[in-house]
């Protein structure tokens, strides 16, 4: 199989950064593929392409080289000292790739972190018109089959009145009209899936989750997929949700504190980008448990964790004879360690997509997000199940036996 | 419907008595069935037995009274004294029907419990005898269309080289010559198995899941289940262990320490009957997670808590980049309030099997377990897909239409 | 010795009337004094009014009766059930005795709970003359040596430039001229110490903290003390934190988030009267903590956890060779049952200081307050210890011999 | 000053590698002293030797090399590479500076673990020449003022009837008699004590904690210390148990549950060996606590939590009006990095203390133990208040003025 581009709008951050530091050690050997889901049976047996096919680049508004941000990165790991030195050249024929970004629209302290980005003076159509150009060179210059594009860049303010975008036809009169409500990251969307490349918003901004950039994708026939990567407390919130509802207990609060000190943690000090993280954070419980319990979610900046995101959640649940009783957890993860392969588990999937023709909403991912797009099942194990089926059905298709569990540990 | 018998082995313990305080109340409009899987859609739509058509009776080798344990633990709760005070006569009325039972081979510590048991130096086929004949009388006395029979005694140490009792054969041949390590358990599951009972055992103790008995209930068409009921940490490890399965997370140790205050917690001070619970906590986790982890499951007796358990659960995990993480969860919970509305399930939805002809293993039933006989899957929402799957086929074969998620709202 | 009067402004909320329950149900034999401080000697050596002595009174806003408080409390407990029938016609005949109060200036939260307040049209001036008419008519009525008075009444927003107060004559100018920023806590006090009644403020709010009201409690030679009872987590902080100072760990960031779901609770919903809280929750890491580590307390409203107040702290800290470590805990305890006993101890020991002529500030409780007025000293053990050293002062002035620590067992 | 010998018995061990790797690592200005108590005012003021003034040597029985010890610990840390990259030229020539050591009467486990020893057939009185031959060589050699001895050995069982050696005629005897429980740690002590070298029992072994042993100590003028030492679960429980008896809260269970994985918790898996660790830190709480509450302390060992210890406590509790109440905390650390600075700290003391003539017990250590010589003060706070005190002493004897909190600040 051809070399995969993958193009990472918020190169330049600690998601991509692990991504490409992670993808890059595959490649070389330095590491295994531990926490990639596409490394087990039976989606492993998939024609996907290979980790050391990816061909990383993409955009940025910051000026702190990828190198960079890995070494401060590696200050607390991960990545650890070795595995970032045998990667840093890698790393710096990657950022050569980087071209400035746009970050229109994405609340002020995005703005303020941002240290270079396309001219503010621009039309909205010139902007699009030069990611495409950028999306374009790179396919080109590196000769790559398909380019799949990843938004993981920092969390915007959700827009207002979102169905104002609900198809192709008032999504491009906005764009012709310089709509200051259109953000980034549907920019980007749009661009991407206009140059038919697939299309991963990993962050819960709006990207191609407006009716008329879906309408788009259909047409062009490109696979897209979001929102909103489920990582971490929410992970556990759409594991151990089911396991109350399916006892018929009753929840009566859950309560869910996060704290973590990254870019991402100081973003979202700003109101107004953390109400887009609360916006999807919340709803999965409202969907797995009936009753409408009390459902609070909050997220803290700690400086001193660094990346490491600690969620404390508190359950108050109600069982036969009234009885109250509690569950309560810890999570303690690097956002980081946790995002970054199921970065390259989305590229190889939509990338799988694409091969096969398989435009448009990409439901049997809906395990990856917090907010599947076109997807109303948060049970993660029945998520999982629809990924399991969907490979299953590529490979009788494809004549081949799906390895059986024993098999399965030997990949181990 | 005709009423329903359910003869409770072990009728005057916590569990029991919780199971019966609840129906009762149930049965008189003093509580709500939160807790029980049959009040759910769609299973709450097969034609089970009322929760208010059940008549209780069972075996005890103490001598408290049903009314005096639900006392001693109204003074913690559950249940309060409000809704004790409203079933007290019921209490009184059932304990009435309560039969000394057997405690043969259960271990030391339950001996010391014993105050009062069938007399040692019968024979087993005699102490056999002698439970039918308590059974064939209170389905009598009672005129109940069937009597479900329900192990939740104090659990038994295991027994060694139990494939000794593998075929029925065998295991009547050990009945005849009195056999030293039949222990109580399998000696009512056989007793209830001949008198055609459905069989529930609750416990991690033998019951019936010795070959020989498996034969039998086959034989006469007689559905059982068990066993181990999985109510607390347990079933909070089916739930998240397949998050991690599914994620490709290496689970690196897995420490669950319990601590808990009530009677099974002191017969679980003797090692040798902490064996049977431990065998059947840790091995869940070895099916579901690969690589075979560190895992150890603590349970110390801690009087002061009495009938709350509470469990501690230290998960470290590694994840992409070989970076090491961790979760650990509190799980706060009323074993009895737990416990007792699932024995009320399993009573109705194994009556509901022997109505329909459905005799031998019920594997539908394995997500109230933490040893499901006869099933090999340990992921809760799959065992629960499992149940579903069953009410479904009954109500398509019965030309009821499983009401939708809209319709189960209204039901709450 | 005589009995000694108790009037509770608040008297129909949570923390007065457990205070009150308990204190009847020690009279009548009914509870011990587990978690009064007052009952462990050297301290309960002192020559304190009797728990049986204590006669009360008080004033509130809210219709609510004492009764119906206390049984809505009994639901979730404490008190227990029995317990609250045992002294029912003692709450039913204290009520009688309770008096309209004033909210002036406790924001719009309290504002929006009251029931009924004194006029709003009335002077400053005629509404403290009104509450020194009431304390008066309580100690002619029931003939009492001394009446304590202790403000349990919700938290009001702090008050901006509260210099402005500094000296007596200023906060007595503010009154003439119904300066609107006074606060009703405030007025309380005013009266209080006009009337020579010891006053304890249990609360955050301003109370006797001006100025000018400790300038009167001198010139008027009466004991006060405050504020802000130290009852959960911020008792946990003034304990663990002379820990990690001692030890040279370096604190890095100190994260508490506090559910709960009483009144209190819901008041502190509102942001302006949670910043009463806050700023003395906080303040204590800062006197107890060098290098001004990252400190953060939240408190959220809960429903359904009622009065039980639930914390989660989060600490994280460097040691030796830049290692950082973790240490987090999770208290879950009854607000109530925790306030109350202090209450009473508060009561005791000011009447004590008040009867041996220690007007003013009483520096000896600072274990009670998360703000103590007039010292500096966080570290709890030493605060234990300055109480401990004025109890065994006065026991050797009376020729007592502090009784030691084989004696102590036997009190228990 | 001149230099300080610190003979570290367990020389190649978790604990003796990280004093070293730090003492080293300060004294090229690598790493600061946060975690050692003596570099924070008072303490810090005494005429201390300098942490670049110690000069390392030890005995061992492994043959593993401190450097590759360091090595295995900078994998996950602490030292980190650069630090240990640092000091590896020092710890090669401390490396050299090792002597076989003994390993008598220390269980089996910690035989199993022994790569070399002392001859097995030497009489008792021979291996203690050896070792008094090694300190005097080291002394000599190094011409250091003198030498601490530091046991940090693994822990052994404890001996029985401990009484039999309660003066030093008896321990000599039992020397000459080759009596087969005189455990290693205690012939290590004897030969230090005779050397007059300042002894600190850093475990729970006996080392100089029999009657023998402190009457040595007395007659030679030798000041020592121990023992075992307070570095996790046990110094927050020293913390927190004071306010729980401050408050009159009945502590009901104390659980205790610690998880480790270095080569302590693998000799810990002997139950032989374990039983000497928890007997003191059991202890603590029965002397903090009246009431004589149900308390456990468990130790397992999980390999794949290597130097970090995990503790997590529960604490259930009764306060006001019978309600009950818990706590819980969990505390990770690296017991290498809580350990290191205070075997650092603890020489530097008894190098001070024999400077100044104070042979015997060192009462003002009590806070670093766990089971403190001599003292049966357990509260932290008062611990702390006690070194603080020593240090003033000597800071008025020497006209010295303690620097004030402000002055404090500066030093950070």
Redesign the interface.
């Known amino acids: 199989m051809e070399d995969t581009g993958v193009w990472l709008v918020g190169a330049r951050g600690n998601v991509a950064t692990?991504a490409m530091?992670?993808a890059r050690?595959v490649a070389r050997g330095e590491?295994?593929?531990?926490?990639?889901?596409t490394?087990?049976p039976p989606v492993s047996q998939l024609d996907l392409p290979g980790v050391d096919s990816l061909v990383f680049g993409g955009h940025d508004v910051q000026e702190t080289r990828i190198l960079e941000t890995a070494r401060e990165m590696a200050e607390?790991?991960?990545?650890?000292?070795d595995?970032l030195d045998a990667v840093a050249e890698d790393l710096q024929e990657i950022d050569s790739r980087v071209r400035t970004g746009t970050a229109r629209n994405c609340g002020r302290t995005v703005d303020a972190l941002a240290d270079d980005t396309l001219d503010a003076d621009r039309s909205l159509t010139d902007v699009v018109d030069q990611i495409r150009d950028d999306l374009a060179a790179f396919r080109r210059e590196q000769d790559v089959e398909r380019v799949v594009v990843v938004n993981v860049a920092s969390t915007e303010a959700p827009i207002p009145d979102a169905e104002r975008y609900d198809d192709l036809e008032a999504f491009e009169a906005a764009l012709q009209r310089d709509d200051a409500d259109l953000p980034a990251s549907s920019l980007y969307a749009y661009a991407a899936l206009q140059e038919r490349c697939p299309y991963v918003n990993f962050t819960p901004s709006t990207g191609a989750s407006l009716g008329g950039l879906r309408e788009l994708a259909e047409a062009n026939d490109v696979p897209h997929a979001g929102q909103d990567a489920k990582t971490g407390e929410t992970?556990?919130k759409s594991?151990?949700a089911?396991?109350f509802a399916?006892?018929?207990?009753?929840v009566?609060?859950w309560?869910g504190?996060n704290?973590l000190g990254n870019t991402d943690g100081e973003v979202l000090e700003d109101d107004a980008n953390k109400q887009g993280k609360l916006d999807t954070k919340g709803d999965i419980l409202d969907r797995l448990l009936?009753?409408d319990p009390?459902n609070?979610v909050?997220i803290?900046y700690?400086?001193?964790?660094g990346d490491w995101k600690?969620a404390?959640d508190?359950i108050?649940f109600?069982?036969?004879?009234?009885?109250?009783?509690?569950?309560?957890?810890?999570?303690?993860?690097?956002d980081s360690?946790?995002a970054?392969?199921l970065v390259l588990d989305l590229v190889r999937l939509v990338a799988h997509a694409d091969a096969h023709g398989e435009g448009g909403l990409q439901p049997h991912l809906a395990?990856f997000f917090k907010a599947p797009l076109g997807v109303d099942e948060h049970?993660?194990?029945?998520q999982?199940?629809s990924l399991e089926a969907y490979a299953r059905r590529h490979l009788e298709a494809d004549g081949v036996t799906a390895r059986d569990e024993a098999e399965?540990?030997v990949d181990?």
């Open positions: 692990t530091v992670g050690a590491t295994n593929t531990t926490g990639m889901v490394a087990r607390r790991g991960p990545p650890d000292q595995t992970l556990v594991a151990l089911p396991m399916g006892r018929n207990l009753r009566l609060s309560e504190h704290i009936p009753g009390h609070r909050r803290d700690t400086p001193s964790l600690t404390w508190y108050h109600g069982g036969f004879l009234e009885t109250e009783m509690t569950m309560q957890f810890t999570w303690e993860g690097s360690a946790l970054a392969p395990s049970d993660l194990s029945r999982f199940d399965r540990e181990r």
